[in-house]
């Protein structure tokens, strides 16, 4: 999988393609339009994450030149401006989703994750972590081959977790996914424990590993065999 | 304080010129009548001088025993007296009135009397002469004023009622215009034409006035929108540095306490940002996107996109729909409503009864059972006002909610009620059915 980060700031690139190539990704990137646009006419992307403020030009300007040039890529549009209008913009020019600074970098990769599989460069439907073996078309989980009865949460929860292996995911990265913002930052998320509790419990049940650890107080981890 | 009373500018204007005019009137007349009065004596005063030379020389001629009653003039009584009368007893002059048979009117007339000395002889000479002619002009002057007064009150008055409608209508106009004027509606204002001085002077004033407040308030908001949205890239920066951190073992052993908190307060910072972002594009009304709105599908989906969430807190949520609730406002709107009245009911919540969310035609009502806020109640609304167990909290929330009531004309309050916390909205003037 091939990704072209469109981004000015060198620190956040830096970051994401860190993250990104760690994640599994070959990444480049792209500091401006000229950049970018150079970028996509000679080499061809599975997916691009665009940042909308560029210091040479707006972002969707370049989505359109994709669009024109009738580039396959995914889109993702990454941007500061929480603005409505941006947004509706952006996904009526052709991008496949949006996010707002700042983000949680597993949730991006979720979401990158969701975008290359709608687009079909992700071939395999499912996926698996050891025992754990996950059916993305019928979003069932399985352990050694026995189904899990799991919750609708429980199931994006399980999918962040393998999604990000062997990644701390704070609380407020896992709440954020499973609830946007129906949820306020201000609860202390201990509920959510509960939640791990029992998606723990059901995996340990049918005959599965306890993946999920938690870190410090401030999150969870789904580790593997590398790790532990 | 003592209410003043107040008066249209016209009729103050009017009421002095009035006042003034009066004065004016009432000087000019007794100027005329003090120029009349001098102007009669000094006529008198010629007739008396002609008649007392007159019948001086007709003595002297005649004398006394021979003159002639036929030459001497008419209206006098002369009477013969002994010895040269003081210096200061003559003359005098008295008023009378003469019946005139022909006209069958009595006249006014005025006598002098005079001592000559004619023929060696001193006499006492008393003339008459009718006055009424002169009087009854001056007094005329009086008289004609005080009815030109009156028809002058009357046309200024008559004519300013009618007439202040057709001179003040660019002024009402302009007034109207200055009433609708809404910060930020960046329409340009209609200029009315009008050739009155003062009224241009108000206009240009207002003009000037408004495009230095459009400035003014142009420039805030890109301040403010610039500050929310330079602050992310950077605060996206610290939050993955310190994702970097957290995923250092070591590091997290010995600093965890200080990484979460740096990691809490970016986080908190940023929607800070957010939040005061999204306050200030309502106040803005940037969402005009008005739309009736049949309520019930969407708090269905979000009360089912939070049930779970209020699970996880052993909350339940009880709904009673109604179909029949409209409400018309921005539905991006409507969302925020909804997400922060629920957002806070679970958050708040205690487990002693379920969270509610009830419509009927009018109303939409949610609440969660709780202890009662140690505060005001109607701090709630403040911005930055949060219960002291939630120190997390942005304190926006409900302030947001109110935000967006007011300009989509939804008022919305709150009751503390056997134990429950009720937000109810309504649409303005309407009552609780």
């Known amino acids: 999988m091939k990704l072209l980060i469109v981004e000015d700031n060198e620190q956040l690139v830096e970051d994401m393609e860190r993250f990104l190539e760690e994640s599994g990704y070959v990444v480049e990137c792209a500091i401006n339009y000229e950049d970018a646009s150079e970028k996509l006419w000679l080499y061809s992307y599975d997916l691009v994450i665009v940042d909308l403020g560029l210091p040479d030009g707006n972002g969707l300007e370049l989505i359109r030149e994709m669009k024109n040039n009738e580039v396959a890529a995914g889109i993702m549009i990454l941007t500061a401006r929480d603005a409505v209008e941006d947004k509706v913009k952006g996904l009526d020019l052709g991008a496949d989703d949006y996010m707002t600074k700042p983000f949680h970098k597993e949730e991006l990769n979720a979401r990158i994750r969701s975008i290359l599989r709608r687009h079909k460069f992700d071939r395999s439907n499912t996926l698996e972590v050891e025992e754990l073996k996950v059916d993305l078309l019928s979003s069932q989980v399985y352990v050694n081959e026995i189904q899990l009865d799991l919750t609708r949460k429980e199931y994006d929860l399980i999918l962040y977790f393998m999604h990000n292996p062997d990644r701390v995911l704070t609380k407020e990265s896992i709440a954020e996914h499973l609830w946007g913002d129906h949820i306020d930052q201000a609860d202390n998320f201990d509920f959510l424990y509960n939640h791990i509790k029992n998606l723990r419990k059901k995996i340990t049940d049918a005959g599965g590993t306890n993946h999920i650890q938690a870190k410090y107080g401030m999150g969870y981890k789904f580790s593997t065999q590398n790790s532990r | 304080m003592k209410k003043r009373h107040e008066f249209k500018l016209l009729s103050k204007t009017t009421f ?395 008022q919305i309050t709150y009751q503390y009620e056997e134990g429950q916390h009720i937000f109810r909205i309504l649409r303005n003037g309407e009552m609780p059915a």
């Open chain 2, 16 to 410: 002095i010129y009035l006042i003034f005019t009066l004065v004016a009137f009432l000087g000019s007349g007794l100027f005329l009548t003090h120029e009349a009065n001098e102007f009669i004596n000094w006529e008198l005063e010629h007739k008396y001088r002609r008649i007392e030379y007159k019948t001086r020389s007709v003595i002297d001629r005649e004398g006394r025993r021979t003159a002639d009653l036929e030459k001497l003039p008419r209206n006098i009584q002369i009477m013969p007296i002994s010895q040269a009368p003081p210096e200061d007893a003559y003359p005098t002059y008295s008023d009378t009135t003469i019946y005139i048979s022909r006209l069958e009117e009595t006249w006014r007339a005025r006598n002098k009397t005079v001592a000559i000395e004619a023929g060696g002889q001193f006499y006492r000479l008393t003339m008459t002469e009718l006055v009424e002619d002169y009087l009854s002009l001056r007094d005329d002057i009086f008289r004609t004023m005080l009815p030109a007064f009156i028809l002058l009150v009357v046309g200024i008055v008559a004519f300013n009622f009618l007439m202040s409608g057709y001179f003040f209508r660019p002024f009402n106009k302009i007034l109207d215009i200055m009433r609708s004027y809404k910060v930020g509606q960046r329409t340009n204002l209609e200029k009315v034409k009008t050739n009155t001085l003062e009224f241009n002077k108000m206009q240009d004033l207002f003009h000037s006035m408004i495009n230095r407040i459009e400035q003014d308030y142009r420039h805030l908001r890109e301040y403010t929108e610039n500050m929310a949205h330079e602050m992310q890239t950077p605060l996206a920066v610290i939050r993955n540095k310190t994702d970097n951190l957290i995923a250092d073992e070591s590091m997290m052993k010995e600093h965890g306490k200080t990484v979460k908190t740096i990691y809490e307060e970016t986080n908190h910072l940023s929607r800070l940002g957010n939040t005061l972002n999204l306050i200030t594009k309502i106040e803005n009304g940037e969402f005009d996107n008005i739309t009736q709105i049949e309520t019930r599908p969407i708090i269905e989906q979000h009360v089912d996109a939070i049930r779970e969430l209020a699970g996880l807190k052993s909350l339940t949520i009880d709904t009673d729909l109604t179909e029949e609730h409209r409400l018309e406002i921005d539905p991006y709107l409507l969302d925020i409503v909804l997400k922060n009245l629920l957002r806070n009911s679970v958050m708040y919540g205690t487990d002693n009864g379920p969270i509610r969310v009830t419509t009927s035609e009018k109303t939409l009502e949610v609440s969660n059972y709780g202890p009662p806020m140690e505060d005001r109640p109607d701090k709630l609304f403040q911005r930055f006002y949060r219960n002291n167990n939630h120190q997390g909290s942005l304190g926006l929330g409900l302030s947001l909610v109110k935000k967006i009531c007011e300009v989509s004309k939804l």
